[in-house]
């Protein structure tokens, strides 16, 4: 113990508190329905706690890793946790380390809307601030509790870090009928209920979830925020329940009210002695026992006993492979999950509050993890878009290829049996030849006289040219001209 905090162990110091405490709740009529502790735990999402193992001594001996597993991720996340005198408790609210009022969609992926009850929010430190423990007091206490008041005063216990005592969280309280009971510095420890009581298995639950994903993947996986959900939801419903919570209240002396509960813990009081834990594996020895007996004649024998020393050791064996296996495969399944897109959620506030810090119901978150989901499914329906018609363009490109190349083929089966015809044609044709020049080539036949038909033809014959007259020549001869000589003589005129 720290020695502020063993300086702050004294019993004045509580008598006065619990007097305070005592005359309020008699002053304002306070009820336990209406008693509440609120205080914030931090985690460190990868460390585990320190816990006792078992070593053979064959392994004691050798050395090398006698420490538990633990995965080594500091990343910070802190739990806003309030709990009531009657035994109920109120939505936890978790803080991540991010940017200021957003969330991660891949930090929601294990969150049910319809069977959680949690809010989330984000700081730069993963710490509370005085913005946060406003938008706590407005936005989840105020809103969880507000109906079963009615009007009765509310009595709330804390510590006194800053974030609970500025002056708007002190004003908030007052204008709402919120009484606030600050402890002695340095005595939660003593005076608290989630202190003594809840934080304590609670971080002892959340260290066995981590060791057990640990386990099932062998390490090969690290625990990231993604994860972080998950195990908080499984240790905190392991630990808050009524029990635990009227149990805490009554061990400080709350509710009901009992000074002497703590006044009388300075006493010295014997330690409860550690019982011994369970096995790991449940075994069925009794059985492969009489199961060797059943088919071994002498089962006093040394190889008859070797032989139940084999099969049990077979059976641990095939359970401890058993467990190994169902871890990978979970783990698998982790891994798939890890791999999808994550993005910010589009969270919008549906009214203003005092605070500008906001804490996310699940059913804000929820709605905000639809719209992001209906988004990238839009954004991949256009990618998915685009590369059809990208398939499709290629497509026609190349139908249009093999359109040109199944025409230039049958352009060149057509001018190859051109060529063959023209080929066969040159053949013919100079063997035709070759048989004419051999043979006489026949007489045309007259050519007929065509007749006119229609109208009817008028035939004038010709009068014979008259005789030309006779010439004398100078020696007295008489001659006749040549006909040929006059018809060209008459043409010349």
């Known amino acids: ?30 009820k336990p329905q209406h008693t509440y502790n609120m205080d914030e735990k931090g985690l460190a999402i990868g460390l585990v706690n320190r816990s006792k193992r078992v070593f053979s001594k064959a392994a004691w001996e050798a050395g090398g890793k006698r420490q538990s597993l633990q995965d080594g991720n500091r990343e910070w996340v802190t739990i806003l946790a309030a709990i009531c005198a009657d035994g109920s408790t109120l939505p936890p609210a978790i803080i991540y380390a991010g940017q200021p009022n957003s969330l991660q969609s891949s930090w929601m992926e294990d969150l049910d809307a319809g069977k959680d009850s949690i809010y989330s929010t984000a700081t730069p430190s993963g710490w509370s601030n005085d913005e946060v423990g406003l938008a706590w007091l407005e936005q989840v206490f105020e809103r969880e509790n507000a109906s079963k008041t009615r009007g009765s ?70 625990i990231k925020k993604r994860h972080f959900y998950k195990l908080f939801r499984a240790s905190w419903y392991k630990t808050f329940n009524s029990e635990l919570v009227l149990a805490a209240f009554k061990a400080t002396g709350i509710s009901p009210l009992n000074p002497a509960i703590i006044l009388d813990r300075f006493q010295n009081k014997p330690s409860e002695l550690p019982r011994t834990p369970s096995p790991l594996l449940d075994v069925n020895r009794v059985a492969i026992e009489q ?52 993005q910010a959620l589009p969270l919008q506030a549906s009214k203003s509050y005092t605070s500008n810090a906001m804490l996310w119901s699940p059913t804000k978150a929820e709605e905000a993890a639809a719209k992001a989901r209906k988004k990238a499914e839009a954004a991949e329906k256009k990618v998915q878009d685009e590369r059809e018609k990208e398939q499709r363009k290629v497509e026609r490109a190349r139908a249009k290829e093999e359109k040109a190349l199944r025409k230039a083929a049958e352009k060149a089966e057509k001018q190859r049996k051109k060529q063959e015809s023209d080929a066969a044609k040159s053949i013919q044709l100079s063997q035709t030849g070759k048989r004419k020049a051999s043979q006489k080539p026949p007489t045309e036949p007259p050519a007929k006289k065509q007749r006119a038909r229609g109208a009817t033809q008028v035939v004038v014959e010709a009068s014979p040219s008259p005789t030309p007259p006779p010439i004398t020549t100078r020696s007295g001869r008489t001659t006749r001209p040549n006909r040929k000589w006059e018809q060209d003589k008459h043409h010349r005129r």
Not at 7 to 26: G, V
Not at 301 to 315: G, I, P
Not at 328 to 335: G, M, P, Y
Request: aromatic share 12%; with cysteine.
């Open 291 to 342: 199961f060797c007996k059943a088919i071994v004649k002498d089962s006093t024998s040394y190889e008859a006993r070797k032989l139940v020393r084999t099969f049990n050791y077979l059976a641990a064996r095939n359970a401890l492979l058993e467990v190994e296996n169902e871890g990978l495969r979970n783990q698998i399944d982790t891994q798939k999950t890890s791999r999808r897109y994550h």
């Open 153 to 222: 005063w509310r009595l709330l216990i804390l510590d006194g870090h800053s974030s609970h005592i500025t002056m708007a969280f002190i004003d908030y309280c007052s204008r709402h009928k919120i009484l606030l009971l600050i402890y002695p510095p340095h005595s939660t420890q003593t005076l608290q209920p989630l202190d003594v009581g809840c934080f304590s298995p609670f971080g002892n639950n959340y260290s066995k979830e981590v060791t057990e994903q640990l386990h099932q993947s062998q390490a090969l996986t690290g």
């Open 1 to 30: 113990m720290d020695a502020s905090r063993h300086n702050a162990d004294d019993s004045e110091k509580y008598s006065y508190y619990f007097n305070l405490l005592r005359s309020k709740i008699d002053q304002y009529s306070i």
